[in-house]
């Protein structure tokens, strides 16, 4: 439950998702009780920082970035690692796509919770979608309930993890950013798994975002204003 | 439950507890199916990790390092800003020492976990302690079973955290110490929050070691090899 003064603080990757998130924050809570963070992992679309901080100063909101260079050290994964490509085909091991790094929204959520509580913000607001066709097991909300009673127990604080779009489909997302105002944002998001902008057009995310844009029958701000 | 072939990965801080779940491990698992992991966030006693890998050299099991430089960005906690002095004060607001950063085992267990998923490890060893002075909510039992559902589910793996010290108090735990033969390994252990060796003997981490083993009956290796 949200009471009146409740602060709230948004994951906000620089992705359409946590955008839509941000815009979702700001409705619910007010601008002036809303907070951003981003992680600076090693990640390979770095670009993403940047369309970050654009979004987050465009909505009015404090951004702050922490670093973790944990994931770089623990290797292995596409999304962090320069020595492997990214691709759509599965693990053969795991069945998990190779952008997959374990535990990374664990650790994103466990780290933005640390930050919160340091700050009496009791809401984190994380754009995770368990409809996401990669199948992340951290992305679905049984794990987000699990971490949710694990960060209770642990840092002994009542956070409450809002997840607005575990349910929705892409097109339902693009949906909801038209409706509370996000969709102008989304010229400054970023979305391609290669780092290009303007999109590469042909990456798993790129085909997925011009999907959802189809689908809500929605010209896709980021394309049209490129 | 440990299976034949199952191999363990210990979270070795180069502290007298986690020292002892070293052994612990070696003593279930065999010595060849233990790996050693410790991590450098910016603790204010870094000797610790150079403990922590004359440890695993003298015991035989492979030894890592992981990078978390997070910790250091969030600031604010008596372990790893150098600005805030360390002492036995409860936070006022909080109720918790100054030495608690908030969330710490969680991620340590978190990153442990990807570690491990990545090397086909299942099981994971912690010194956590409940009856451990301090009251860091994240050494509670039922934290760790809270997050250990959280790892199953957000990575898919059948991961087991085994606490073997959780309801222990230090004398149970050196007397432990003893019987498994990890009592020589007390020498080069590290306990001293003020970052000393010989360790300054005045610190509640020091007061605290001093008394399990004068409880114990057992004469600190530390000490007498000083």
């Given at each position: 439950m949200i009471a009146k003064h409740d602060q709230a603080l948004v994951l906000?990757?620089?992705?359409?998702?946590?955008?839509?998130?941000?815009?979702?924050?700001?409705?619910?809570?007010?601008?002036?009780?809303?907070?951003?963070?981003?992680?600076?992992?090693?990640?390979?679309?770095?670009?993403?920082?940047?369309?970050?901080?654009?979004?987050?100063?465009?909505?009015?909101?404090?951004?702050?970035?922490?670093?973790?260079?944990?994931?770089?050290?623990?290797?292995?994964?596409?999304?962090?690692?320069?020595?492997?490509?990214?691709?759509?085909?599965?693990?053969?091991?795991?069945?998990?796509?190779?952008?997959f790094v374990p535990g990374r929204n664990l650790i994103f959520l466990t780290f933005a919770a640390a930050y919160a509580y340091q700050r009496g913000i009791r809401h984190l607001v994380a754009g995770v979608a368990q409809t996401d066709y990669s199948g992340y097991p951290d992305c679905r909300l049984q794990t987000i309930v699990s971490l949710q009673e694990t960060?209770?127990?642990?840092?002994?604080?009542?956070?409450?993890?809002?997840?607005?779009?575990?349910?929705k489909s892409k097109k339902e997302t693009i949906e909801l950013a038209r409706d509370i105002g996000a969709l102008d944002a989304m010229a400054d998001t970023h979305t391609c798994y290669n780092g290009k902008r303007p999109p590469c057009g042909a990456c798993p995310a790129c085909l997925l975002r011009a999907k959802g844009f189809a689908e809500a029958g929605i010209d896709d701000p980021l394309i049209t204003h490129a």
């Open positions: 906000l990757s620089g992705g359409q998702d946590s955008t839509t998130c941000l815009y979702w924050a700001m409705s619910h809570f007010g601008r002036d009780r809303v907070t951003a963070i981003s992680f600076d992992y090693g990640q390979r679309h770095r670009i993403e920082l940047e369309c970050a901080a654009t979004i987050a100063a465009t909505a009015g909101v404090t951004h702050s970035c922490l670093p973790i260079d944990t994931f770089t050290a623990l290797g292995g994964d596409a999304l962090t690692d320069s020595d492997v490509q990214v691709g759509i085909e599965l693990d053969r091991q795991t069945g998990l796509p190779n952008t960060i209770r127990l642990g840092m002994e604080i009542d956070v409450e993890i809002h997840t607005p779009l575990i349910h």
